[in-house]
């Protein structure tokens, strides 16, 4: 393993010290390549497993380096059980969506603020589970109490299943994929909540958002978490140019004095870019911009060495993530 990298490593895990529990069931990003000077990997940590991704543009490039980089994580990390190695611009899907690399168990569970969270780590080219949105997961953890919630682009629901957890009257999880929905029931059924199959609606967005809105459903609360660039027959989502067009769509299902929970992880789409945006429809006084959530320091990475791509100020990171408050007509 070349010198500069084991150093870089060496500095990452030695300033993430606390980010493990004892009981090693917390989940969080180890080294952030980009940021801390190797761009081509990042370490994650889901449980006692790491995941390396390998975004080298040739498939084959990293290679011998990461098997390199195996006896080092298991000497530096000894609590380690099990390693897995994304290849992003892989030749399969199998190696996009992970290979085995040792250990014969990867982990199916995380524990965050306390709350279980069920993972695949191979079910996709992520993780199942986002690691930038965990102070998100707090908020509404925090903020959520007998409220009713709508997790749009649900994916595998963490966030419906944060809100759950601090004490949501009910939350309804919309995403196109069942599968993913699938993950989010697991999850549920891991903290002893109840499942009921009407809170999960398997369907593009467009329609959902149609049929709500036809019924005159509505909540105290929204969350979008769109992809960055998605078309159907049904509809096209794009946060690069966009990301007004999706608030403006779910704002009438929200109840006087709600939030909307919105996030943008276009990493071309600048912070201040963004937030004009927000600004922008705010001053028809029917939205507010009640506070933005940082993306954690683990994430993003200590002594940063590379640049993003555009300024994400006002906020930390590409994942821009921003709280609106609502005013009902």
């Not at 683990?298 to 993003?308: A, R, S, T």
Request: with cysteine.
């Amino acid at each position: 393993m070349q010198i500069s990298l084991k150093q870089l490593l060496d500095k990452a895990i030695a300033s993430r010290l606390t980010s493990h529990d004892s009981r090693f069931e917390s989940a969080f990003r180890l080294f952030s390549g980009f940021y801390e000077g190797f761009p081509e990997l990042t370490l994650d940590i889901y449980g006692r497993t790491v995941i390396i991704h390998n975004y080298g543009k040739d498939p084959s490039q990293n290679h011998f380096l990461v098997q390199e980089l195996i006896p080092y994580l298991q000497a530096s990390l000894n609590w380690l059980r099990a390693g897995i190695v994304k290849t992003r611009n892989g030749k399969t899907q199998e190696q996009k969506r992970g290979q085995l690399i040792f250990g014969d168990k990867p982990d199916h569970k995380i524990k965050e603020h306390g709350i279980w969270y069920s993972i695949d780590l191979t079910m996709n080219r992520d993780s199942s589970f986002y690691l930038d949105t965990n102070n998100l997961r707090k908020w509404l953890i925090e903020h959520m109490n007998g409220k009713s919630v709508l997790n749009a682009f649900a994916y595998t629901g963490s966030l419906g299943v944060a809100a759950m957890a601090g004490g949501a009257s009910r939350v309804l999880q919309t995403d196109r994929n069942r599968k993913f929905l699938n993950i989010a029931k697991a999850s549920l059924s891991l903290n002893g909540f109840t499942v009921r199959s009407s809170d999960f609606i398997a369907q593009d967005f467009f329609p959902t958002i149609s049929k709500l809105k036809s019924t005159k459903k509505v909540f105290d609360c929204v969350i979008i978490d769109p992809p960055f660039f998605s078309a159907t027959s049904k509809g096209k989502v794009d946060l690069g140019k966009e990301s007004a067009r999706i608030i403006n769509k779910v704002r009438p299902l929200i109840n006087d004095d709600g939030y909307l929970v919105a996030i943008n992880n276009a990493v071309f789409a600048s912070g201040k870019e963004y937030i004009e945006t927000l600004e922008e429809l705010c001053k028809s006084g029917y939205l507010s911009i009640e506070e933005l959530i940082p993306v954690p320091d683990d994430f993003i990475g200590y002594d940063l060495i590379g640049n993003p791509i555009t300024d994400p100020a006002p906020f930390n990171h590409s994942t821009k993530i921003a709280i609106l408050k609502v005013k009902r007509k």
